[in-house]
């Protein structure tokens, strides 16, 4: 096996499996304190991010969103949502590069979580 093609050890990638997850968690955090703070887009008002992927290589982020009341308002909504957030994709970055100590920082790609949809409706029924 030559250099280029070397294997990582073991422990390497348990260390960038490890600042990958420690990664996406804080893009969670932040990308919601930033909608709760800043975003003044009202397409955006009811929104919650619920999870954030990385890509191996850490130029991309796919980040799961779900809507309040989600389930009951239909797809239309969620596609609404999802250009909203196209939209603010580049303001989102931006905040994020002045909140996190990355050199750069990854693309944005929101998709909508049907799944978080349903979690969020269980939890309001249920106050």
Excluded: Y
């Amino acid at each position: 096996m030559s250099k280029q093609q070397r294997r990582p050890r073991e422990d390497e990638s348990n260390d960038a499996s490890f600042r990958g997850q420690r990664l996406e968690a804080l893009f969670l955090e932040e990308l919601n304190s930033i909608l709760d703070c800043e975003v003044t887009d009202p397409r955006l008002e009811d929104v919650r991010i619920t999870r954030v992927e990385l890509s191996r290589d850490g130029s991309r982020a796919r980040v799961w969103f779900a809507l309040q009341g989600g389930l009951s308002l239909g797809d239309d909504l969620a596609r609404e949502t999802g250009a909203a957030f196209a939209r603010a994709a580049g303001f989102l970055r931006n905040r994020l590069c002045d909140a996190l100590p990355l050199k750069r920082m990854p693309q944005l790609r929101f998709c909508h979580d049907p799944s978080a949809d349903l979690e969020l409706e269980v939890d309001q029924s249920a106050s």
